[in-house]
């Protein structure tokens, strides 16, 4: 089964960004910086709101 993209929230700035579930290198806000997904060796530690879940086909 693929992986999942999801619309998260940066928690500081409100910017919504669209990101990996699966993400293999740390994610940032590209507004203000701040991390918002973490590599776990499976799904990504996503720290911030997930507004929207859009599965891969």
Known sequence: ???SFYRVQCP???NEQTLFGKAAD???CVVCGHR???P???KAAIDGDIVETV???
């Open 1 to 3: 089964m693929a992986g």
């Open 12 to 14: 500081d700035c409100e």
């Open 26 to 28: 740390e994610v940032n």
């Open 36 to 38: 918002l997904a973490s």
């Open 40 to 42: 776990t060796g499976g």
């Open 55 to 57: 599965e891969s086909r």
